[in-house]
């Protein structure tokens, strides 16, 4: 919060939890954790960062997870109608 209503400090980011624009091959719209950019009360996903295998491996294995649990999400909701 402090970082998004004061700003993060010049040529640094931090992870927040922000609806995807479709960055690093995240579906749009899917919560996720970005590198972001803050100033004036708006967030701005961090463009052009490149992982190490190991992090690649890590950041697909949340997104699958993530999708997972949102597939199941709608499968439960379709039922209960």
Sequence with gaps: MRDWLQGTPENDWVSMGVASDGSYGVPKGLIFGFPATCFAGRWSI????????????????????????????????????
């Design 46 to 81: 961090v463009q052009g960062l490149e992982l190490n295998p190991m992090d690649q491996l890590l950041f697909d294995a949340t997104r699958a997870e993530l999708l997972k649990e949102y597939a199941d999400a709608i499968e439960i909701l379709e039922q209960a109608h």
